[in-house]
T-cell receptor, first 113, second 115 residues
Framework: QKEVEQNSGPLSVPEGAIASLNCTYS??????FFWYRQYSGKSPELIMS????GDKEDGRFTAQLNKASQYVSLLIRDSQPSDSATYLC?????????????FGAGTRLAVHP | ETGVTQTPRHLVMGMTNKKSLKCEQH?????MYWYKQSAKKPLELMFV???????ENNSVPSRFSPECPNSSHLFLHLHTLQPEDSALYLC??????????????FGSGTQLSVL
């Protein structure tokens, strides 16, 4: 079982719609969860972090965390073509006795006009 | 600008060459990382330095050699690479606390091509 799983996509949504990106993780002890956006040929950029169950909103972005279900999601409201990118889910886990961020393979989002 | 500067942005090298990637962070963080990103694969952690001490190398081949002279600078020395080593190499930094990793900030990456 992969440690952090994401649907690779592409997820295609029309401009103005809500894009919903999902992520599941295997380590029940994980405490910190992050969403990164990566444009083609660029490095990942942190857009959201969430540490407790529930929703966290920042502008058009909402992160949702459910630790019981080991599930974290990212909602993008009023999607714009500039949101087209790959979204990486990252989870803080312990491997070899050491804390590290474990990344999913990413979901590619395409917002079409 | 994330506060993590990485050079060069692009690098083409032959299998017999020796080159180095450089990274500098201006965020006052206590940990620095090298990641490898290949097409369609998750980010792979290669090396971690915490307080200038290497704490994990993740079974990376010896043709990759990291160096961390201080908490702000990180190098990745490359020699006798293989074509399958072609990838995007990312430097990152974070503040490590007893409760875990805080946010990870990435440099712009080096797109490496091995011919």
């Amino acid at each position: 079982q992969k440690e952090v799983e994401q649907n690779s996509g592409p997820l295609s949504v029309p401009e103005g719609a809500i894009a919903s990106l999902n992520c599941t993780y295997s380590d029940r002890g994980s405490q910190s969860f992050f969403w990164y956006r990566q444009y083609s040929g660029k490095s990942p950029e942190l857009i959201m972090s969430i540490y407790s169950n529930g929703d966290k909103e920042d502008g058009r972005f909402t992160a949702q965390l459910n630790k019981a279900s080991q599930y974290v999601s990212l909602l993008i409201r009023d999607s714009q073509p500039s949101d087209s990118a790959t979204y990486l889910c990252a989870v803080n886990g312990i491997s070899g006795g050491y804390n590290k961020l474990i990344f999913g393979a990413g979901t590619r989002l395409a917002v079409h006009p | 600008e994330t506060g993590v500067t990485q050079t060069p942005r692009h690098l083409v090298m032959g299998m017999t060459n020796k080159k180095s990637l450089k990274c500098e962070q201006h965020l006052g963080h206590n940990a620095m990382y090298w990641y490898k990103q290949s097409a369609k694969k998750p980010l792979e952690l290669m090396f971690v330095y915490s307080l200038e001490e290497r704490v994990e190398n993740n079974s990376v081949p010896s043709r990759f050699s990291p160096e961390c002279p201080n908490s702000s600078h990180l190098f990745l020395h490359l020699h006798t690479l293989q074509p399958e080593d072609s990838a995007l190499y990312l430097c990152a930094s974070s503040q490590l606390r007893a409760t875990g990793i805080e946010k990870l900030f990435f440099g712009s990456g080096t797109q490496l091509s091995v011919l």
